[in-house]
């Protein structure tokens, strides 16, 4: 009994102070941004954010037909404060934890990322798991703006678009933060960001009209990947340059390829399924090169061909010679973008070199710009077409057999 | 009551552990690698190498010296002043540097990552008085809480590093042994100046008071073992899944927690490392703080030292709050203030201890050789 009392009042004590009231912020506080834009205008940063309209997106409420986003903008010169100015336009605090996309400029892009990007790393309420794109030709604001159908969110809709793409084509790049920083900070100084391109009006983008029809009038489609030399923008590599880079980084997984059919007109799919891709540095005979070794299954997933007879084993390993030869262009061409085009090491060249030898590296590093572009490229392919779907030979063949 | 208190070796066992990983499994990471890139695991295994040579000796302490506190230990070898002397240098210095330093890194980490708004003061506080709870209950309390909160540490611990597998990737330990011996050994300093060389406190805190008195020295030794393994196991993962990055961070472990996404369902479980860095920190300050108390209440020759727990704790909290103007002051001092103290604590003082004592010992026995004839004559 003599301890009851204390106890008890402990424990009350104990609570009012544990409950973490202190800096607690309510749901229905909060503006939750789903996408955030970044543009330099003037020598100041313009920060766009798309905030969620709550309303809109509930599933039960339906909606009032108001726009299921809010884009506000504020200039400044530092981030955190432009962020922290765009209050004044906003009806609640901001929530950035469930970011999904962070659109970067292509002016800034070109005038350099590393300073806007600080804060990003730097405050703690922004996680690792959104992914950063750069607005080809256009301001991020405007890619911030246009309404998408099916994903109420536009950020979102952009979020499972990329990693759709990723997944099943392999032309884009899911890059997040902590991936950018380390391939700039790796030993080729080089990073590709995956581009995302307006087409249309960005006015009516950003009207409802623009859900209300089928075929929306402006559109957001990802398209080429932006090659950064240290933090500033170079150029873009077109759609085959991008494969083969993936091809490199050993980030694809799974992509088509087209094949023209041996003799007739027409065209043979071939997918992807699986691959390993290893670079590897020798130094040989006192100077670097680059060993690329792709590992690759495949399938047959479409032809159109009358002449190509899926019966015998034959035409399956000419197929695979085709698909080898298709395949090693492909690498030579993202080589050549990296090493002639614009003279950035975003392979991660110079890593493999690091990796094999370490002394070599330490008294070449400085020259290595330079060196890279003459590094000689070895590719050794492993590729086996394994499958020919649900079928063996098409119908088409069988149509010209009938009298 | 007091000379009753009993602690099993299970539970040495599991407090020497706690103590290892302390503050570092949270930070460590990052100073190795900014230390050794990405050899920061050879420079733990080197860590782990020396701290086992280092405990192998503090385990010689306790052969020469059974059931003697640290303190006692210093009466015996050095006289009652000259030994006090040294207790007290020893007492002060670690109750000043030790237990303020750990709250602070508790007030730091949930001031940047978690709850920002909240002043630091609060959470120093409220950390503070649970510490004081905890040794005023004394170290058997102490050592079962060890044991009801090991299973947890150890299972939310297993559970990160195995979610975190998936992110591997082997290409960023290459190249291996880019750097010298010299500079793995500097790294490698970062892990024994916190988790070997303070560790020799303990001896404070449960010598005579293992129920086992023959199996804690092995359970002390393999403690510090087991916890310099869930420090190695940290660093490698977080070279495999980080790189280079781990030293860009304040909180490594904290930003591995974050990539954990399986399958968008397991995901932003960051708090879990939370948990288990409150876990590790509460023994790190309760075992410094025990420490200390005990020591002064042996220089001062207080028979109930609990009587000095509420008035240190405040202190600690107090020193938590104006040791340190900024966190780069305190990171700084880690670099700079501890390495010495620390390598005064766990590397001169042991040997000197153990050399006079040595030799104290062959002066004992040649005076016993030259009396026992004239004894055994008057017998």
């Not at chain 1, 099916?150 to 899911?174: H, M, N």
């Not at chain 2, 949930?110 to 909240?118: A, F, P």
Request: charged share 20%; net charge neutral; with cysteine.
């Amino acid at each position: 009994m003599k301890r009851t009392i204390p106890s008890i009042l402990v424990v009350i004590v104990l609570c009012v102070m544990l409950t973490s009231c202190w800096s607690r912020r309510e749901l229905n506080e909060l503006a939750i941004v789903v996408g955030l834009g970044i543009d330099k205008v003037d020598d100041r940063y313009q920060v766009s954010i798309q905030l969620v309209n709550p309303t809109e997106i509930s599933a039960r409420l339906g909606g009032a037909g108001q726009s299921p986003i809010v884009l506000i903008t504020e200039k400044g010169e530092t981030i955190q404060e432009t962020l922290h100015r765009a209050l004044v336009e906003a009806p609640r605090r901001y929530f950035f934890s469930h970011l999904q996309i962070l659109v970067l400029g292509e002016e800034l892009a070109r005038n350099g990322i590393r300073d806007v990007l600080d804060f990003f790393w730097r405050d703690h309420e922004f996680r690792f798991d959104y992914y950063l794109l750069v607005a080809k030709n256009n301001k991020a604001e405007n890619i911030l703006k246009v309404l998408t159908p099916l994903e109420k969110l536009p950020s979102q809709k952009l979020f499972s678009s990329l990693e759709a793409s990723e997944r099943y084509w392999g032309a884009t790049g899911d890059i997040t933060l902590d991936e950018l920083v380390i391939r700039m900070l790796g030993e080729g100084k080089g990073a590709g960001l995956t581009g995302i391109e307006l087409l249309g009006d960005p006015t009516v983008g950003g009207s409802r009209e623009n859900i209300e029809v089928a075929e929306p009038k402006t559109k957001l489609k990802y398209s080429q990947i932006a090659i950064f030399k240290e933090d500033r923008l170079v150029g873009w590599l077109n759609e085959t340059e991008t494969i083969g880079t993936k091809y490199i980084l050993d980030e694809l997984k799974n992509t088509i390829y087209v094949l023209p059919c041996p003799k007739n007109k027409g065209h043979i799919a071939i997918e992807v399924i699986r691959s390993n891709t290893k670079v590897e540095g020798k130094i040989e005979n006192g100077k670097p090169t680059i060993h690329v070794y792709v590992k690759s299954e495949q399938n047959l997933g479409e032809t159109q061909c009358e002449d190509l007879d899926l019966t015998l084993p034959e035409t399956l390993f000419d197929l695979e010679k085709m698909m080898k030869k298709k395949l090693g262009q492909a690498l030579h061409i993202a080589v050549d973008a990296a090493q002639k085009k614009y003279k950035v090491d975003f392979l991660g060249f110079g890593d493999a070199i690091h990796r094999a030898d370490p002394k070599y590296w330490e008294e070449h590093r400085k020259n290595w710009e330079h060196e890279f572009a003459q590094v000689p490229v070895h590719l050794h392919l492993d590729l086996k077409i394994y499958h020919t779907g649900t079928v063996t030979d098409s119908y088409n063949r069988e149509m010209e057999k009938l009298p | 009551m007091n000379q009753e208190e009993k602690i099993s070796s299970y539970q040495l066992l599991l407090l020497a552990t706690f103590f290892t990983v302390g503050s570092s499994i949270l930070e460590l990471p990052s100073t190795l690698v900014t230390i050794a890139e990405q050899d920061a695991w050879i420079a733990m295994l080197l860590g782990i190498a020396i701290s086992a040579i280092m405990v192998g000796l503090y385990l010689l302490l306790i052969r020469q010296y059974p059931g003697k506190n640290l303190h006692q230990i210093n009466e015996a070898v050095f006289g009652r002043k000259i030994g006090g002397i040294v207790s007290f240098y020893l007492t002060a210095m670690t109750f000043f540097l030790g237990p303020p330093t750990v709250i602070y890194y508790l007030g730091r980490f949930l001031s940047i990552q978690i709850m920002v708004e909240t002043p630091a003061s609060s959470t120093h506080l409220l950390y503070g008085l649970l510490a004081i709870f905890a040794v005023a209950l004394g170290i058997e309390v102490i050592a079962r809480v060890a044991e009801i909160l090991f299973p947890i540490f150890f299972i939310l611990y297993l559970g990160l590093m195995l979610l975190l597998i998936p992110l591997v990737e082997f290409e960023r330990l290459q190249p291996v042994f880019e750097h010298d011996f010299k500079t793995l050994l500097w790294a490698s300093i970062f892990y024994v100046q916190f988790s070997c060389f303070p560790i020799i406190i303990m001896l404070t805190s449960f010598q005579g008071k293992v129920t086992q008195q023959k199996k804690a020295p092995k359970a002390f030794f393999l403690g510090n073992f087991f916890g310099g393994s869930i420090l190695f196991i940290t660093t490698l993962i977080s070279v495999l899944v980080l790189g280079k990055l781990t030293a860009l961070f304040n909180f490594p472990s904290y930003v591995l927690a974050q990539k954990i996404n399986v399958g968008d369902f397991i995901q932003r479980i960051e708090m879990v490392i939370t948990v288990m860095w409150f876990i590790t920190l509460f023994f790190k300050l309760v075992l410094y703080f025990d420490s200390a108390v005990v020591g002064f209440a042996e220089i001062l020759k207080i028979k109930n030292h609990r009587f000095l727990v509420v008035p240190l704790g405040i202190l600690i909290i107090y020193f938590s709050l104006t040791n340190f103007p900024n966190d780069v002051y305190q990171l700084n001092q880690d670099k700079t203030t501890w390495i010495p103290h620390s390598f005064f604590l766990g590397v001169l003082y042991p040997i000197v201890v153990l050399i006079i004592g040595f030799v104290q010992g062959k002066l004992k026995e040649k005076r016993k050789g030259i009396h026992r004839p004239s004894e055994s004559k008057g017998g």
